[in-house]
């Protein structure tokens, strides 16, 4: 299978060279100062705060042209749709590992709907420099794969082969029947969330604010009373059904965990996530 990682942030960097380092033909497409960090030295991984960097040199390319199996698109919410201006002339399958909660009909409109694989990567990290520092493995990471899916629900051969690619590369993936579902529930959840990190200034000084952690929770209620279907995962119920106080003390100690200090959350552009939430508001209202 030919690959293309469209999107050379955190996610797509880390993304492409774990495909890269497992022996699949992968590309990078980058632009702008990123694009010539990595054709200098290629992509550079660390693992959390360690000192030990190294090099993967990825091919590196500056366009979607032709002739691949499938493009994982990794970026922002707000950019996709300069995305599929470029890839709607193209052929192939795409997967949008991303923030989305508009379902595919928008997608599939512009590049083809018998194209749109949907997905959401479960990795973290933030980049220092030019270097892409990633979440450690953990026991939770292992427990939470990265879900892909068709979007009408279906179990496709070309889910299953994307599945066990991505597999053989350690991305812990598996394919999820209820994909539009999961996006949607991921979107209620994070656009209070992200929203209420920026207004503190980060995740430590908004944990430090219990009564701001309970006006993020109320958000996260309203957002998942508004959705047509159950919450995907199921976990997310809790958010309605548990008692405030303890949802409260709950998300406090997460905001404080090591699980969001590695997410980047923290450390994007303000423009760029203020951005990134307001799309994904608007497709969470529609």
Same mark, same amino acid.
């Given at each position: 299978m030919k690959m293309l990682v469209y999107g050379a942030g955190v996610l797509g960097s880390l993304f492409s060279a774990r495909l890269h380092e497992a022996g699949h033909d992968v590309s990078l497409?980058?632009?702008g100062d990123r694009l010539a960090a990595l054709r200098r030295h290629g992509v550079l991984l660390a693992e959390g705060d360690s000192p030990d960097v190294r090099r993967v040199a990825v091919p590196i390319v500056d366009h979607p042209a032709g002739g691949y199996d499938l493009t994982a698109v990794?970026?922002?919410?707000?950019?996709?749709?300069?995305v599929l201006e470029s890839l709607a002339?193209?052929?192939?399958?795409?997967?949008?590992?991303?923030?989305?909660?508009?379902g595919a009909e928008p997608l599939g409109a512009v590049i083809g709907h018998e194209r749109v694989l949907l997905g959401f990567p479960t990795a973290g990290?933030?980049? /220092?420099? *030019?270097?892409v520092r990633h979440r450690a493995?953990?026991?939770?990471?292992? #427990?939470?794969? =990265? &879900?892909?899916?068709?979007?009408?629900?279906?179990?496709?051969p070309r889910v299953e082969r994307i599945v066990r690619t991505l597999r053989t590369a350690g991305i812990n993936a598996k394919n999820e029947p209820r994909m539009d579902a999961w996006l949607r529930t991921h979107a209620a959840f994070e656009v209070a969330?992200?929203?209420?990190?920026?207004?503190?200034?980060?995740?430590?000084?908004?944990?430090? /604010?219990? *009564?701001?952690?309970?006006?993020?929770?109320?958000?996260?209620?309203?957002? #998942?009373a508004? =959705? &047509?279907?159950?919450?995907v995962p199921r976990g997310f119920a809790a958010l309605q059904t548990l008692p405030e106080g303890l949802l409260v003390a709950v998300l406090r100690r997460f905001l404080r965990s090591s699980t969001v200090a590695n997410s980047g959350l923290d450390s994007a552009t303000p423009a760029a996530a203020t951005a990134e939430y307001d799309k994904l508001a608007e497709q969470l209202r529609v």
């Open positions: 497409l980058a632009r990794l970026v922002r919410t707000h950019q996709v749709d300069a002339g193209l052929e192939g399958d795409v997967l949008f590992l991303l923030n989305w909660a508009a990290g933030k980049m /220092d420099g *030019d270097v493995s953990t026991l939770m990471n292992r #427990l939470l794969p =990265m &879900p892909i899916g068709e979007p009408g629900g279906r179990s496709t969330l992200g929203r209420a990190v920026d207004e503190a200034g980060g995740p430590v000084v908004l944990a430090d /604010d219990p *009564d701001a952690v309970r006006h993020m929770l109320r958000g996260m209620r309203r957002n #998942l508004a =959705m &047509p279907t159950p919450p």
